[in-house]
């Protein structure tokens, strides 16, 4: 229960910090948010590699794989949705909702706004010591097939925002 106060207070620390810190540090900025998102994705990067590392696929139960991965990509597709059609309706004016170019663009930012609540799920299961339940491991799975899932779905998307590119054949293969 320590772990899980702990990492619910980083988690509220870290949201009120990066409210205030544009404002603090002034001029310097740039330099912050870059140093920032270096060790941001070099975190996000150790998570997603110790998860997958313990993870193992049983493919005698590829079935429940299949139901698996629909249930992981409907808990990423539908806030996705959600929050591409708040942006489109609540926050952009009707002039726009027509606009091919505001659909592109908030389809994208949308894409990053969604929450995903596997990868907290899993985190939180594991600081509260349940990493041998099988709901650890129900929701290791569903974590995985939910960055696969936001994977698949950021190809088209880039390809939809700056077209067929020979450069994206590198996704795509």
Request: glycine share 6%.
């Amino acid at each position: 229960m320590k772990k899980i106060l702990l990492f619910s207070f980083f988690l509220v620390i870290g949201l009120v910090i990066s409210q205030f810190l544009p404002t603090l540090v002034g001029e310097s900025y740039s330099m912050v948010k870059t140093i920032s998102n270096a060790l941001l994705y070099i975190c996000l990067a150790f998570i997603m590699i110790n998860v997958g590392r313990e993870f193992e696929v049983d493919k005698t139960r590829w079935k429940s794989y299949t139901e698996d991965y629909f249930i992981a990509m409907a808990t990423a597709v539908f806030p996705w949705i959600f929050v591409a059609l708040y942006y489109m309706f609540v926050l952009l004016p009707d002039i726009y909702w027509s606009s091919g170019e505001a659909w592109k663009e908030n389809l994208l930012l949308s894409r990053f706004a969604a929450p995903t609540s596997a990868g907290i799920l899993f985190t939180m299961l594991a600081a509260a010591g349940l990493k041998a339940s099988w709901v650890y491991k129900k929701v290791q799975v569903l974590a995985i097939f939910d960055d696969l899932d936001t994977i698949l779905l950021m190809i088209p998307l880039q390809i939809m925002m700056v077209g067929m590119r020979w450069q994206l054949g590198g996704l795509l293969s």
